[in-house]
């Protein structure tokens, strides 16, 4: 039963969607809306100290903080929000499991936002632009990203700016007020990353040559990985390990960036990247080799890269190719490039490397025989003895290196 059928069902149902409703609520769809917003207007901004200990509320400041940040006071539980939402019990627990949080039980912590954002999705699939399924991929990618993105601002930036710097002030105390000026700017500027990183995906997306090429790519995929990480964790201590690591992803995702690639994800010790061009790719994993040796506080690197097609989802990369880039960076010797056939052979077709280096050198003293400018390559390729690869049969790896 909807909130539009409430009034016309039975006794027995209207009193279950009465109790069900929250208190003031009103059964006519149309006016559930502004009614909710004047309850809302007219609810204390503080909720008194003894009605939050017995609902075993949060500590008072960090239920301000909370406000702040959703912009509205804890009002429904999962079960009123699903009603006012019209969505079901069922459907409106998915979403919030998808997007990352605990279940709550019928605990009275959801607010007239959490509402919308039920009612945006489900009026989304209504009306047929996305599948139950892709609503549900919808809040789990979005959820995701956005927990580790939340994760990192607090322990990277807020942490540091909350520090407390008066006497007598609690690093909460300080912290409202800082959300209060930081929160607007922050949002600002997520919504702008955002709609540029998604006209790029976008951009990327309709250039593909057919429809299966939009979600089964070829791609250069490269693995990046610390040498010896293991013993650096015995070794150093837990804030000497962590600033390392951030020094080594934060260097990977500029370089990854400004050469043209992406980088699909960072796991402590080691990065994933991609790239549409061979060249690109190979261009990342050279700097990132590069720069990194000339950093005495970096340990060694290897580098792996293969090139062919490769299924993405929820923006990661999986198949055989990301398989074989993982393979060729635990074979690949310190501070070297390995990469696969495929892209050995994709550099030689866009001639960002030769085929051969005597074909080089043939090419290279015919041009000059008729007075014409010799063929340049950025790469050179040396071919390494055939290996057999933990589920991947036998593959034959080549050297990547700048030529000279």
């Not at 632009?129 to 549900?136: D, G, N, Q, R, V």
């Not at 991609?274 to 990194?292: C, K, P, V, Y």
């Not at 290897?302 to 198949?319: E, H, K, N, P």
Request: charged letters at 25%; hydrophobic letters at 45%; proline letters at 4%.
């Amino acid at each position: 039963m909807t909130a539009d059928d409430a009034g016309s069902g039975t006794a027995e149902e209207r009193e279950a969607w009465d109790a069900a409703a929250p208190d003031g609520a009103v059964r006519d769809t149309g006016a559930r809306e502004s009614a909710a917003a004047e309850a809302l207007d007219e609810a204390p901004e503080e909720a008194p100290e003894e009605a939050l200990e017995d609902e075993d509320q949060p500590d008072p400041i960090a239920l301000r903080l909370e406000q702040l940040i959703l912009g509205a006071e804890r009002r429904y539980t999962p079960f009123q929000a699903a009603r006012s939402a019209g969505v079901s019990v069922e459907l409106a627990t998915r979403f919030w499991r998808a997007m990352g949080f605990a279940d709550i039980g019928q605990a009275k912590a959801l607010t007239e936002a959490d509402v919308l954002a039920l009612r945006r999705l489900s009026g989304l699939v209504e009306a047929g632009l996305l599948s139950e399924p892709m609503a549900i991929q919808v809040a789990r990618s979005t959820g995701q990203t956005s927990a580790r993105l939340a994760d990192w601002q607090i322990d990277s930036f807020l942490e540091g700016l909350t520090d407390p710097q008066e006497t007598g002030m609690t690093r909460t105390e300080i912290a409202y007020p800082l959300v209060e000026l930081l929160l607007p700017e922050l949002e600002e500027f997520l919504v702008y990353v955002y709609r540029r990183q998604l006209a790029a995906a976008t951009g990327r997306v309709v250039q593909a040559a057919d429809d299966a090429e939009m979600v089964n790519r070829r791609l250069a995929v490269g693995f990046a990985d610390l040498v010896s990480f293991t013993r650096l964790t015995r070794r150093l201590e837990e804030e000497e390990l962590g600033e390392l690591v951030e020094a080594f992803e934060t260097t990977a995702a500029d370089l990854v960036a400004a050469h043209g690639g992406r980088l699909i994800k960072t796991l402590g010790d080691e990065v994933l990247y991609a790239a549409d061009d061979a060249g690109i790719a190979a261009e990342i994993g050279l700097r990132l080799i590069e720069t990194l040796t000339h950093d005495e506080t970096m340990p060694e690197l290897r580098v792996g890269i293969a090139f062919g097609t490769v299924t993405t989802r929820m923006g990661d990369v999986f198949g055989t190719t990301v398989n074989l880039a993982s393979r060729l960076t635990s074979i690949a010797p310190k501070n070297a490039v390995l990469v696969d056939g495929a892209f050995a052979e994709e550099l030689s077709r866009t001639g960002d490397a030769p085929v051969s280096e005597a074909e080089a050198a043939e090419a290279a003293a015919a041009a000059e025989k008729e007075g014409e400018e010799p063929p340049s390559y950025r790469f050179a390729l040396q071919p390494m003895w055939q290996r057999p690869v933990r589920g991947l049969g036998v593959v034959e790896p080549w050297l990547l290196s700048r030529r000279a």
